[in-house]
């Protein structure tokens, strides 16, 4: 099992993955919190474009992240797959491509927020997408995160 | 997006993120971030889903309902 991931690994995602070009948000209640919502979570969730390249850069950023991906594994994400949980690297991390609620990678893109480098989704785009997974866990979260959302676009006009 | 979210909790949140705002991002990640074992979720190296609608089913139909990755009633 990873160990809990910390910020020197989000440094680290930051850095390999600008390195190989890989288009990606933090989203999720990770992206949540970079933005400054105080809660806990378990693993990192990103947002990757799903183009061919972006899919190629990912496989290769990840591997030198320490991910332990097969080669039908790597041809996989390569080909291009919606969803991706990894839990064979330093720290667990969910590969999001197609996040229910955000219709495209392009659309969030324009609307994300940087954090000291870290490239995070809107706070919008993260409600949208938990009200459209609509699980349980989400719809706890929610009324929470809304008024995180109103406090930070106060304190972010 | 609709804003102004009315709840008898908003004070005592908004003192929560005003506290978290007075915090690095470095100590807000030291805070945040957890790792206890999810039965299911947590047995498998690898997982991938050709859709995320797959993925969600997948979660409904084999994590235990007190994981709350189910669909919310």
Redesign the interface.
């Known amino acids: 099992?990873?160990?809990?991931?910390?910020?020197a690994q989000?440094e680290e995602i930051r850095d390999v993955f600008a390195r190989h070009d890989v288009r990606y948000l933090f989203i999720g209640k990770?992206g949540a919190?970079?933005l400054?919502?105080?809660?806990?979570?378990?693993?990192a969730d990103l947002f990757i474009e799903k183009t061919p390249t972006n899919n190629a850069a990912a496989s290769r950023a990840l591997r030198e992240l320490g991910f332990?991906?097969?080669g039908d594994?790597v041809a996989?994400?390569e080909r291009g797959?919606?969803?991706?949980?990894?839990?064979?690297g330093p720290f667990?991390l969910d590969l999001?491509f197609?996040?229910?609620g955000i219709e495209d990678f392009e659309q969030a893109w324009k609307r994300r927020v940087d954090?000291?480098g870290f490239p995070v989704c809107h706070p919008?785009d993260i409600?949208?997408s938990k009200e459209a997974?609509?699980?349980?866990?989400?719809?706890?979260v929610l009324?929470?995160l809304?008024?995180?959302?109103?406090?930070?676009?106060e304190?972010n006009r | 997006m609709a804003t102004l979210v009315e709840d008898p909790r908003l004070d005592e949140w908004r003192a929560e993120f005003e506290a978290a705002g007075r915090r690095s991002l470095r100590t807000r990640f030291r805070y945040a971030f957890l790792h206890t074992y999810k039965p299911v979720l947590d047995d498998a190296e690898y997982r991938s889903f050709d859709t995320t609608a797959d993925y969600r089913e997948w979660c409904a139909r084999h994590l235990p309902p007190w994981l709350g990755y189910g669909p919310a009633v």
Do not use: C
């Open positions: 099992m990873a160990r809990r991931f910390e910020y989000a990770s919190i970079l400054g919502y105080p809660d806990t979570t378990q693993d332990e991906l097969t594994q996989e994400i797959k919606d969803f991706v949980q990894l839990k064979n667990d999001v197609a996040p229910d954090v000291e919008d409600i949208r997974a609509g699980r349980v866990k989400d719809r706890e009324p929470r809304k008024a995180f959302r109103d406090y930070w676009l304190r």
